[in-house]
């Protein structure tokens, strides 16, 4: 007897609906994990960060793990029971935060398991957790355990352009939706991804680059800092400079260095100057806006100043944060 659930989930930022079937029959979890082993499992989204290590027994698994909450600023433990029929799995999760030892809640979640490499959380209902993306956990190397599978990853990150960032053996790489390699892991290190790239240190960390999820290189590892790029436009400190200028996809230096500090942190993960075709940059300590080409569409005035979100900007102005709007006008 079969029974076949269907479910929407954001998969690489793309809706999709995926098909599990639950079979008494054929289709059981021990198909895939036998009775004793254990493994490692990853979720990164911009919300929820956890690892879980689960033991597989006769009835499903068991396992701990630890976890963290960046809209909370919360770590927290895990302790977790799963009972399975077929391959769908009843989950009661602990959670211990681990600043004060309180236990704010025990859930009941369903958990779904598609093959060896990932299971999806068809089920999970967080007050302070709004995530962009399916709950998606995947196979990855156990930190605390000798690396015995050379192929898995030892970490992945959130997936943004249908694309995320892991690491093997120390050295970093992008890979796709179905977890195929379209950067190999030969990197120092790669930062989160916007607009299809991101920034890679090179060798030593002596200096970083930009690339694009197919592994291209737009800007050689040639810059003092870097961002990814937002409104196709990077910013960098060129070599041996302390002051941020702005380039093209071409590697073309369109706006000069000559800006003490740019804001770039504004919705993170992703590293993005600019939002809504403004940037926020200062001279002389003074915060003011310029345009993709350059130029200065907001004088510096300012103590401070964020980008813009939904035509309005926060800034430090008057001994007081006000809300702005792409005239400079005060706003509510």
């Known amino acids: 007897m079969k029974n076949t659930n269907n479910y929407n989930i954001l998969w690489g930022g793309l809706l999709a609906t995926i098909s599990i079937t639950a079979c008494q029959s054929d289709a059981h979890l021990h ?13 990164h989204t911009k919300d929820m960060n956890e690892w879980i290590e689960i033991e ?23 302790l977790l029971k799963g009972d399975c029929d077929g391959l769908n799995c009843k989950i009661n999760r602990q959670i211990t935060y681990l600043e004060n030892k309180s236990q704010p809640f025990s859930q009941e979640e369903e958990w779904l398991f598609g093959d060896k490499t990932q299971f999806v959380v068809a089920k999970r209902e967080i007050a302070t957790v709004q995530s962009e993306q399916a709950f998606i956990y995947r196979l990855f190397n156990c930190p605390q355990a000798a690396k015995k599978d050379s192929s898995l990853y030892d970490f992945i990150s959130h997936f ?9 053996n120390g050295r970093f790489g992008i890979v796709d939706s179905n977890m195929k390699l379209t950067v190999n892991c030969i990197y120092p290190n790669i930062g989160d991804i916007n607009e299809g790239t991101a920034v890679f240190a090179g060798e030593n960390y002596a200096y970083v680059g930009i690339l694009d999820i197919k592994g291209q290189i737009i800007a050689p590892a040639q810059y003092e800092q870097a961002s990814n790029f937002s409104n196709n436009r990077a910013a960098v400190i ?11 996809r071409k590697n073309e230096l369109v706006i000069p260095a000559q800006y003490n500090q740019i804001f770039l942190y504004e919705g993170l993960p992703e590293v993005r100057p600019f939002l809504e075709n403004l940037a926020p940059v200062t001279i002389d300590d003074l915060w003011g806006f310029i345009d993709t080409n350059g130029k200065t569409v907001i004088p510096f005035q300012y ?9 309005k900007a926060h800034v430090f102005f008057q001994e007081k944060w006000q809300y702005i709007d792409k005239n400079g006008k005060i706003s509510d």
């Open 31 to 43: 198909n895939s994990y036998q009775i004793g082993d254990k493994h490692c499992f990853l979720l």
């Open 56 to 78: 597989f027994d006769a009835q499903g698994f068991a396992g701990q793990g630890q976890g963290y909450l960046p809209v909370a600023d919360k770590n927290y433990k895990i």
């Open 160 to 168: 943004n352009d249908g694309h995320a960032v892991v690491s093997q």
């Open 238 to 248: 060129p070599k041996g400079d302390t002051k941020w200028g702005f380039i093209n």
């Open 303 to 311: 103590e401070h100043a964020k980008g813009f979100k939904e035509g």
